[in-house]
């Protein structure tokens, strides 16, 4: 299964969501074999085709190493919050990792934005009345912000990897037995929250785009918070599916105001617990 969906470029994730659960229900050691096995077919399929070896290597290896890391953390935690949050402070320290070693971070993303952007107007998916000055600008204010965007994408990645894995080893488990939390349950706390707006307030006042894009990414993470409250809304007023569905659909294709909007709702839930103390009131 490893091997036959990370060939699936749609359902990467979904691999890697089952090595979490590989991990998860055997631990490191015990699951090292199905993982070598998964991703062993995976790595001889690209060392096949004409792409770099190195590269072939270090992106098949990152993604094992992305769903061993994933199901550790969750069969340690043993919860679902703690490791999201953990997560979460990972992707900053990588960010900031970054941003120091490469000193000028608009510098490294300008000619792979371009690069990316000239992709996207010969496959149509941006309109060609747009003229090479305003994609240039549309670059050059972009650059800078890049970091935090790329990092708050492949925490998201991750995230869904672990909730996928988290779902495939608990579906089917007795009630009786322990659990590890629901994604409907979710508040990254407090703490998170105010870091942010220390973050926040240390980039305004000093104008640091490192700051920014660490901010950046905890604004994105609370995102993940607001998507939980619509699960959380959906099981306390039995919406069907189709009302989640909808929900999710009106997020991505409202740019950026939907985006914006769950990001808020997930912050402000964070400080003021709206979730859990509904889901507590409910249940008295």
Known sequence: ?????????????????????????????????????????????????????????????????????????????????????????????????FQLSIGDSAAFWVPRLNEMVQMLVERGAISGQLDAQTLATLVEINAPLATGLFAASQWYFAVLALVIGYYLFDHGVDA????????????????????????????????SMLLTNLAIILLLAFGLQGFAMLHWAKYRFAWPVAALV???????????????????????????????????????
């Not at 015990?30 to 096949?48: D, E, K």
């Not at 939390?181 to 104008?207: C, I, K």
């Not at 999710?248 to 709206?274: E, S």
């Open 1 to 97: 299964m490893i091997a036959a969906l990370f060939l699936l470029p749609l359902f990467r994730v979904v691999s890697v969501g089952v090595a979490v659960a590989v991990v998860v229900a055997l631990g490191a050691m015990g699951a090292l074999p199905t993982l070598i096995a998964g991703f062993g077919i995976v790595l001889a399929a690209g060392l096949l085709s004409p792409v770099d070896p190195g590269g072939v290597v270090l992106y098949v290896g990152l993604f094992a190493g992305a769903g061993l890391l994933i199901g550790e953390l969750l069969r340690g935690t043993q919860s679902m919050t703690l490791t999201i949050q953990v997560t979460v402070l990972l992707a900053m320290a990588g960010a900031l990792a």
């Open 176 to 207: 009786s037995k322990l659990r590890f939390g629901r994604f409907r349950e979710l508040n990254l706390g407090r703490v998170l929250a105010a870091l942010m707006v220390l973050l926040a307030v240390g980039a305004a006042l000093t104008g």
């Open 246 to 284: 909808v929900c999710y659909a009106a997020v991505i294709l409202v740019q950026p105001y939907g985006v914006l909007l769950i990001c808020v709702a997930g912050y402000v839930d964070a400080w003021f617990n709206l979730i859990r103390g509904r889901h507590d009131n409910a249940a008295s």
